[in-house]
């Protein structure tokens, strides 16, 4: 009885705030060291007591946002029968993670471990909470940062915390570990990482108490060192690719020829092949600046302003299940005249983000409508011209980047003013007020301020959002043209420089560091002039290098050794089918005559669109757009119905190919020119040849036949 009433104090004491006396060791308390090892142990994650429901009774916040909670829940809840102060080894808590009882989640910490120790020495000094006077954490480094390794090389990681009275420690057996592509390096709980089979660059995370630090390993192709050859540089962007393909041991491959280089700039800046006359064209043009001239030509086509419309209307959400029909075409027009008229990217940014007024005269603004809230708001723009995730912060600290929930209201803060009202010119967008932001947890007031900056006393003092435009496009901001280059570079190169483009942070490296930041002082240099942004990255070598790949660099897909394949979007091989066939594509609730790539609402029914990926710009993610192939697609290409009433129409280009030239060979070069933009091979030639000769009687359906067989080729369906 005496125990009992004894324990009863004890609890009581825990109960309303006090704790125990320190043990005469080393401190231990909840939020220094309690909490790193229960995430460690994945206590806290969300297969385990971190999900929403809890595990059988016990529930935890999320990666610990919530440590206050998580100490009560610990301590407090179930009249505090998880912890044993009288008899700290009998505690509920020891006795499920060494496996004395039964657990769910298995044996997590066996009672010779390191970690049931800590438990242990934490509930004998009495569960603090927090110990005053302990110096706080500043940051954490991995040891090493860079490495080269060798194919299935093994190397250990050190995290060293920093603290605020300059002392350091180890804390690797706290840290948890997170491999950016597990093909690449896989790492265990003790951070030891295993380098595959894949010759690169990959980067490993590790995370302690909420700040994160990155290990990255440069893995050369094995075998003896190449002799690089002596290969000319078109502008900065060579020697920077070529300094690191020579610490891979990779030499790239030669470039493209005319005929590749033809389609795939036509591809990339217009969105649609080039018609036979305009390959004949090129192809028969001696001169030397030829590649040159067709990019200054091709920014200056209709078809630039239609093809980069769709592609930040996918990105700007113009959707008009949301906006409305009227609205989301005012929006699209608004996007299609700023690229039109050659818009400097941060004058755009900076237009949308402070737009203000009636809404028929400032389109842009339409932007904030297509958002659910201001926690919307501030997560899209910091997707879109940050290229910054914040949306998980909203709940709990991000798992793989240092955003708090702090960081992501704070962000929020920018948008609270904004508001709608109805006025005599329309409904009008307004930025009012001001609103206060407090924090789901603690109530304590959020001030705004943008992303890695500290935050004031007071809140910013009128629009709020002119404050956020000026750090954005302010030519050192850490994201901005970094993220709108790194756009820039997947769109023409088949993959950013972070993948995925729209998730920079300090866990996911570039696998270029040193070209990132020379194409985003570049874009910075030229005052954010997206035309010259893209003649540099067209002029370069290598952007023009073949797909055909080496023995050096046939297994690279991320150093760009060499052009990527690329599937074709859905509205630009829809295009690209009528192109070919010669028959326009109707589609609903649109005049005849507009291209796949002019449709600016993403909501018009269409079964090629849709089954080749267009996204429906519900989210401002890139990943809404498919680009992957699949056996539906190549079945579709093969048996359908609506490509075969092009092949056989009447006033389709087979049938004037069959009229207009008696020699066969002839409508072969053509077929491959409006196809391929290139003449056929002496082989593909002699097929094609045999082929229409033994259905002489047939010629026009053979002729279908020949072009369809064309349009179901890797060469027509993918970009290279």
């Known amino acids: 009885m005496i125990i009992a009433r004894g324990a009863g104090v004890l609890l009581a004491m825990i109960c309303i705030g006090f704790a125990l006396p320190v043990h005469a060791t080393s401190p231990v308390d909840f939020t220094n060291d309690i909490i790193p090892l229960m995430s460690r142990l994945g206590c806290n994650a969300s297969a385990c007591h971190g999900k929403a429901e809890g595990q059988n009774g016990f529930k935890l916040s999320v990666f610990a946002h919530d440590p206050v909670g998580d100490f009560r829940a610990l301590t407090r809840e179930s009249r505090g029968r998880r912890i044993s102060p009288t008899a700290p080894a009998d505690s509920l808590l020891l006795r499920k993670i060494s496996g004395a009882v039964g657990h769910g ?67 690797t057996w706290l840290s948890i570990f997170h491999s950016n592509d597990t093909g690449m390096a896989t790492v265990d709980e003790k951070g030891i990482v295993t380098i595959g089979n894949s010759v690169g660059q990959t980067s490993v995370m590790a995370r302690y108490q909420g700040k994160v630090a990155t290990f990255q390993a440069i893995v050369p192709r094995p075998g003896p060192k190449v002799t690089y050859p002596h290969l000319p540089n078109h502008n900065f962007i060579d020697p920077i690719v070529d300094s690191h ?11 493209s020829d005319d005929a590749t280089f033809l389609r795939r700039v036509y591809l990339d800046i217009a969105g649609r092949l080039p018609t036979a006359n305009e ?30 419309a769709l592609k930040w209307a996918d990105l700007l959400r113009v959707d008009r299940l949301k906006l409305g029909h009227e609205d989301a075409h005012r929006y699209y027009k608004w996007i299609h005249e700023s690229l039109s008229k050659n818009k400097p990217l941060d004058h755009l940014a900076r237009e949308l983000l402070t737009a203000e007024g009636p809404l028929t005269e400032q389109p842009a603004g339409f932007f904030y409508r297509a958002a659910n809230n201001t926690g919307d708001m501030a997560a899209m723009v910091s997707q879109v011209f940050l290229g910054v995730r914040i949306t998980c912060a909203e709940c709990h600290q991000h798992p793989y980047d240092r955003w708090t929930q702090q960081d992501y209201h704070a962000m929020r803060g920018f948008f609270q003013q904004v508001t709608t009202k109805n006025s005599a010119g329309g409904l009008a967008l307004l930025a009012e007020g001001n609103p206060t932001i407090k924090h789901p947890r603690t109530g304590a007031i959020i001030q705004p301020y943008p992303l890695g900056e500290s935050m004031p006393e007071e809140p910013p003092q009128g629009d709020r959002r002119h404050v956020l435009a000026n750090w954005m496009t302010h030519p050192e901001n850490p994201y901005f043209a970094r993220n709108l280059v790194n756009r820039l570079w997947a769109h023409f190169l088949g993959k950013g420089l972070i993948t995925p483009v729209d998730d920079l942070r300090e866990t996911n490296p570039p696998s270029n560091p040193e070209l990132l930041d020379a194409l985003a002082a570049s874009l910075v240099k030229n005052n954010y002039d997206l035309k010259k942004m ?19 660099n046939l ?10 394949f690329r599937r074709l979007p859905a509205e630009v091989l829809m295009d690209a089918v009528c192109d070919v066939t010669g028959v326009d594509e109707k589609f609903d609730g649109v005049p005849r005559g507009y291209r796949a790539v002019q449709l600016w609402d993403s909501q018009v029914q269409h079964y090629f669109l849709k089954l080749f990926g267009r996204p429906a710009r519900a989210t ?59 003449s056929p091979s002496r082989d593909e030639m002699n097929t094609g040849l045999q082929y229409l000769g033994s259905r002489r009687f ?13 349009m179901n080729s890797f060469e027509f369906i993918f970009n290279h």
């Not at 893209?534 to 050096?552: G, M, V």
């Not at 680009?627 to 119905?641: D, E, I, V, Y």
């Open 534 to 552: 893209i003649r540099i990255i067209t002029h370069s070598r290598t952007y023009q290098l073949s797909s055909k790949p080496n023995a050096t």
């Open 555 to 564: 297994s690279d897909e991320q150093n760009f050794s060499r052009a990527l």
């Open 105 to 171: 989640g298995g044996v997590r910490a066996p009672r010779n471990s390191r970690a049931y120790s800590l438990f242990l020495q934490w509930i004998k000094n009495g569960t603090p909470y927090e110990i005053g006077g302990r110096p706080t954490l500043t940051r954490i480094r991995l040891e090493p940062s860079r490495q080269t390794a060798a194919f299935n090389a093994s190397q250990p990681l050190k995290v060293m915390a920093e603290f605020s009275d300059n002392t350091h420690r180890d804390v």
């Open 245 to 255: 393909l020579k610490r891979l041991n990779i030499i790239p491959s030669p470039l």
């Open 698 to 710: 047939q010629r026009r359906k053979a002729v279908e036949d020949l072009a369809w067989s064309l």
């Open 620 to 678: 401002v993610c890139e990943c809404e757009r498919v680009t992957g192939a699949s056996m539906g697609q190549a079945l579709h290409l093969m048996n359908s119905p609506n490509i075969q009433t092009k092949l056989a129409h009447e006033g389709g280009r087979i049938k004037r190919l069959t009229l207009e030239h008696e020699d066969d060979a002839d409508i072969v070069r053509q077929l491959y020119l409006s196809a391929f933009s290139r």
């Open 279 to 308: 390959s004949e064209t090129f192809l028969s043009d001696s001169t030397s600046g030829k590649r040159s001239g067709l990019v200054d030509a091709l920014l200056e086509t209709p078809e630039f302003a239609d093809y980069w």
